[in-house]
């Protein structure tokens, strides 16, 4: 089926790096003949039939730009039949016959549920923070993240150290404890709680208070906002009820890493990602999310990405206790 008109659009929390793929599917679109049509916040959009035009224009000086051009949403409407039927309808009222979706895991469920009722080429694209999504090494704005909360850790070490203090820095990832890991290692964080191992609190205030018997003062505790004992708040407390002597202060980071300009590596990759996603979408490779894996784009079926494991390396876990004597 020969492939004339395109939707895009980006879905779930927004990530560094949405604009540079926007900008590389409009563009390999057109570079191909193909009109592209820009469907704004998501899903809801979608639905909402809040569908426009996008020139190669209207992508020109965005491939630095955090956020997303499309805006996007968490649409309720689209976990409804109805909404998907809706949306569906939206999108023969604007000849779209073929769709890219940029999202992480919600965006990908949502993908596996309309495609079972409605029939219509798609390639997704991995925009997501928190690289929780199996078929591709990265997700759009991972890199980013990482660099943010590490320059963020970086300057409360800075104080923390001044004050001789123990400080608890939450970092996002509801279900995914990658940025943490990452940014924890990254920064040589003391200790790194994250969702994927079993965080024994014992342990941890074991550890800190037989540190600072040894004059190891201060610490930098990383805690991903998923993890099983709790976020900062519940680690906090955990530490001043058992060590009350010590300077404890918390830091919840927040959105400030799912902002700003993304890196180059989130730019290469999503504008990588976005010309192949058009390309599968023309030779009738579909129902699939484009990625990377070992510096090669390849394609995995949606339903794979969502249910497939994201294991996190075991030596990575092995080291933190090592690198942090
Ligand atoms: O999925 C990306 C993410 O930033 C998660 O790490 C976080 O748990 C969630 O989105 C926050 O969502 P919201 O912006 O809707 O509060």
Redesign the pocket.
């Known amino acids: 089926m020969t492939i004339r008109n395109i939707g895009v659009l980006t879905s779930?929390?927004d990530?560094p790096g949405m604009n540079a793929a926007i900008r590389a599917v409009v563009r390999t679109s057109i570079y191909n003949g193909i009109n592209v049509f820009g469907i704004r916040h998501g899903y809801q959009g979608m639905i909402d039939g809040d569908i426009n035009s996008l020139l190669t224009t209207d992508v020109s000086n965005i491939i630095q730009r955090g956020g997303t051009i499309l805006k996007t949403a968490?649409s309720k409407d689209f976990m409804t039949a109805e909404g998907r039927a809706k949306a569906y309808a939206a999108l023969k009222s604007h000849n779209i016959d073929g769709l890219i979706l940029i999202g992480?895991?919600g965006t990908f469920r949502g993908a596996v549920k309309f495609f079972e009722e409605h029939t219509i080429p798609a390639v997704g694209l991995p925009g997501?923070?928190?690289k929780d999504l199996a078929g591709t090494d990265f997700t759009i704005g991972f890199d980013t993240a990482v660099n943010t909360a590490v320059s963020a850790i970086d300057k409360i070490r800075d104080t923390a150290e001044a004050h001789d203090r123990v400080f608890v820095i939450e970092l996002?990832?509801?279900d995914a404890g990658y940025?943490a890991l990452n940014s924890g290692i990254a920064c040589g964080a003391e200790d790194i709680l994250i969702p994927e191992t079993a965080t024994h609190i014992e342990e941890v205030l074991n550890r800190i208070e037989a540190d600072g018997k040894r004059k190891k003062t201060v610490q930098i505790i990383v805690v991903a906002?998923?993890d099983d004992f709790g976020g900062a708040a519940e680690v906090y407390n955990a530490i001043r009820k058992r060590l009350p002597e010590l300077d404890v202060r918390t830091c919840v980071l927040g959105?400030i890493?799912?902002g700003g300009s993304p890196s180059f590596a989130d730019r290469v990759l999503a504008s990588r990602l976005g010309h192949a996603a058009v390309n599968a979408l023309i030779t009738g490779n579909t129902q699939v999310m484009a990625g990377v894996v070992n510096d090669r784009v390849v394609f995995t079926p949606f339903d794979k990405v969502v249910k497939g494991n994201t294991p996190i390396s075991p030596d990575m876990i092995d080291m933190i206790r090592v690198l942090s004597v």
Do not use: C, L
């Open positions: 779930g929390g990530s968490r992480g895991d997501t923070i928190d996002m990832g509801r940025i906002e998923g959105h890493q799912r």
